[in-house]
């Protein structure tokens, strides 16, 4: 059964999205952009700050030269990477659930995400 009222305007235009277009026309983003905020938040966590002395190697390119060498495992980078995130200042005002929780989705995503599991495979080819 179809209604004799009309939406004002007519029916919405369909949405299209291509990998390169995105939706309805936006440009994707970029990949590249988004791994170096990646790194760039995980680099102004209190660990990256405290990294002093000519040659020191932020607390990122440690761990991805720390993968590349085979100095420590997948699971220990993920390790590193969530204890990073939770040491941010933001995440002391989360309660103690809302923390467990956190760092339960950050650990699925860093282990499952494509876009973030990627992210990981840069850091272990950084070195």
Do not use: C, W, Y
Request: aromatic fraction near 0%; glycine fraction near 10%; proline fraction near 12%.
């Amino acid at each position: 059964m179809t209604s004799p009222i009309k939406p004002p305007g007519g029916p919405p235009p369909p949405i299209t999205a291509t990998p390169e277009t995105g939706v309805e026309g936006l440009k994707a983003p970029d990949v590249g952009q988004a791994r170096e905020a990646f790194r760039q938040a995980l680099d102004e966590t209190p660990e990256a700050q405290a990294v002093e002395g000519p040659g020191a190697l932020a607390p990122t390119e440690q761990l991805g030269a720390d993968l590349a060498a085979g100095r420590v495992d997948r699971a220990t980078a993920i390790d590193t990477l969530v204890a990073q995130s939770l040491a941010k200042p933001e995440v002391a005002l989360l309660s103690p659930a809302g923390r467990v929780e956190l760092e339960t989705h950050l650990r699925e995503a860093l282990a499952n995400d494509p876009g973030l599991s990627g992210l990981l495979d840069d850091l272990e080819r950084s070195a």
